[in-house]
């Protein structure tokens, strides 16, 4: 199962953390802060864009990396689905379910596993294991209730 655990945890921490650097440098063929700023502004609606651009593009990679490393899992797992959340239903839920479309199918799925990972915790090939740290179970929970505010406080 651990194993399993640190398998999810890369794929989800680096596949966030890619997609972030995307907004945030304009690595890996992204649009860069300068232009994500407006987009966030002009066709989200959220005021100032450039600093909620920022917001989303230093929780991305920063919660992917922490989720990737096994660190600090429950603000990695808080981080990642505030940002899917308000993702889905600020921008892709209009565009219906398929990424092909715009849709949200990868946002949720990204959620769903940092959501999982909240439930079954880091696993012992992680740094929370070396540090002792260990929140999971009914940390779902609340790491969704967090996420649910978090993403609001974004978004407004």
């Known amino acids: 199962m651990n194993t399993g655990v640190l398998l999810l945890r890369l794929a989800v921490g680096l596949t966030l953390s890619a997609h972030g650097s995307q907004k ?24 100032p864009g450039r600093r909620h ?43 219906g379910f398929f990424a092909y479309n715009g849709g949200y199918e990868y946002n949720l799925l990204l959620a769903v596993a940092a959501l999982a990972l909240a439930f079954t915790g880091s696993g012992s090939l992680s740094i929370d294991a070396l540090l002792n740290y260990g929140e999971s179970g009914t940390q779902g929970i609340v790491n969704l209730c967090r996420a649910r505010e ?7």
């Open 24 to 47: 945030l440098f304009g690595w890996f063929g992204g649009p860069g802060l300068d232009s994500t700023g407006p987009f966030f502004e002009e066709r989200l609606g959220f005021r």
């Open 53 to 95: 651009a920022l917001l989303a593009g230093v929780a991305e990679p920063g919660g992917g990396l922490l989720l990737a490393i096994g660190l600090l899992k429950p603000f990695a797992t808080a981080a990642t689905i505030s940002v899917m959340f308000v993702a889905v239903f600020s921008f892709h839920i209009q565009k």
């Open 150 to 156: 978090g993403g609001h406080d974004l978004a407004y």
